[in-house]
């Protein structure tokens, strides 16, 4: 395909942009997507309640390097051009196009004997509002009728931990030496999130008489567990997603090497701070919960959900069962660590445990059961991520294996044993538990 044949395209998406390709010079492109001859610029969004324009330069490598060389080559340089045979590390962009990364779609490729599939997988979602705000769309959706009967204000009460969570975030990971792997680091821990983990940790430490401060390390460190799977989970070679949390995703701004190291260093740093940063509580139970939270992000746990969940993809004969264990090791393992090691740092007895631990169990797999059917029920814009993504590359779901309506109902059993759990508790302790299980149930991303 001629690169003049190339036309403005509204994008397919639910999505308001609009894609326009502007060529510098006409020519044929490479056959081979991944040797395409040409550099492309993908330009700045436009503001969020408007559409957006991305604006796309394409030139010949081949003139660049061999006529122009060395005029060419700087002037596209500063100008924020990338030959698309190898997209830049953030650090060699222009400080402009750097300052501008959260804002604009990341650096790929570009083929032009592919078009409207590239546009598609470009434009995708629009800029996420502040994390406190959007913070503030999730807790919204939790049961009315739930709040009114225990007088427990759930929005509130996520609005101050989440403030109190993200500042021991902001504290744990400092900036130094070498700086770019701590921005790295940074830039996905403090991306947002609804901190669901470390919220569920605090909340079952102060259940059995604990205190915040008692927990927080934990909190904290299962954040940065959580936030470690996901930048690996969004790598090329495993999901290959372009955001995350309305933002690109880290190796979309950092690179894949960088992006793993990032990774790596979340989930070392995660048991260290555990062992060093907690304070008041005794070192066997300091212990337990190292050892609890190993156990969890291992092959015994999350490590070893997601191998059955790569084995899986596209095998028509998984089953409900092959389902459930991908689900209670990927996602519901560091749920349950959240809230046991919460119970175990609060001082809690064996009884209080097993009883916590079948709460999490639950939720954790509610949780993901949720995940499923909001995969194909919520937009990208509402999700922060690529919806539609299970079903394209033919993962099993539950949805896919016995339904929506029978997923939902699912859902709803899960939550019901999980709050059940609780109740030899005082209401008004357990009220944070009952309204994140009732929030997990009632989520729109």
């Known amino acids: 395909m001629r690169l003049s044949a190339l036309r403005p395209t509204q994008c397919s998406m639910r999505t308001k ?18 040797h395409c001859p040409f550099w492309a610029l993908y330009g700045i969004r436009g503001r969020q309640d408007g559409p957006s324009i991305l604006l796309a330069v394409v030139v010949p490598e081949m003139i660049s390097t061999r006529f122009l060389f060395p005029f060419f080559r700087p002037a596209a340089l500063a100008a924020g051009l990338w030959p698309v045979s190898k997209p830049p590390h953030s650090s060699m962009l222009p400080l402009w196009r750097r300052a ?19 546009i598609r997988r470009s434009v995708r979602a629009l800029p996420s509002k502040t994390p406190s705000a959007a ?3 999730c807790t919204a959706e939790t049961s009315v009728e739930e709040q009114k009967k225990t007088g427990f204000d759930f929005n509130q009460y996520m609005g101050e931990r989440a403030k109190l969570i993200d500042a021991a975030l902001d504290k744990s990971v400092p900036m130094q030496y070498p700086e770019v792997i701590n921005e790295s680091m940074r830039y996905s821990l ?60 880290n190796h979309k701004v950092y690179g894949e090497e960088m992006a793993i190291l990032a990774g790596d260093a979340l ?15 005794d070192a066997q139970r300091v212990l337990q919960v190292i050892v609890e939270v190993g156990k969890s992000v291992g092959s015994e ?12 993809e596209g095998d028509s004969s998984v089953g409900l069962d092959t389902l459930k264990y991908i689900h209670e090791h990927k996602t519901a393992a560091l749920l349950e660590s959240a809230v046991v090691s919460g119970a175990i740092l609060g001082g809690a007895g064996q009884e209080d445990i097993d009883r916590l631990r079948k709460y999490s169990r639950s939720i954790g797999l509610a949780f ?58 005082d209401p008004a302790k357990a009220a944070p538990l009952y309204a994140l299980a009732e929030y997990i149930k009632m989520r729109k991303n």
């Open 17 to 34: 942009h609009m894609c326009v390709f502007v060529p510098f010079f006409s020519g044929l492109c490479a056959s081979d997507c991944a």
């Open 100 to 118: 501008l990364a959260p804002y604009t779609p990341p650096l790929r490729p570009f083929c032009c004997l592919t078009p409207r599939i590239y």
């Open 135 to 137: 913070r503030i769309v």
């Open 190 to 249: 403090l991306a947002g999130g609804k901190r669901v983990r470390p919220a569920l940790c605090l909340a079952s430490c102060e259940l059995v008489g604990g205190s915040i401060d008692q927990a927080m390390p934990t909190a904290c460190a299962l954040e940065m567990i959580h936030t470690m799977s996901l930048i690996h989970d969004d790598l090329p070679s495993m999901d290959n997603d372009d955001f995350r949390r309305g933002k690109p995703t």
């Open 267 to 281: 989930l070392s740093l995660s048991f260290e701070y555990i062992a060093r940063e907690t304070k008041g509580v």
């Open 301 to 312: 746990g999350l490590v070893g959900g997601q191998v059955v969940d790569i084995k899986s």
């Open 368 to 425: 993901q059961v949720v995940d499923d059917i909001l995969d194909i029920t919520a937009t990208t814009e509402e999700l922060g991520k690529t919806a539609g993504k299970d079903l394209a590359v033919a993962k099993a779901t539950y949805p896919s294996l016995v339904g929506l309506e029978r997923s939902k109902e699912i859902a709803e059993e899960l939550i019901a044993d999980a709050k059940a759990q609780l109740a030899s508790y």
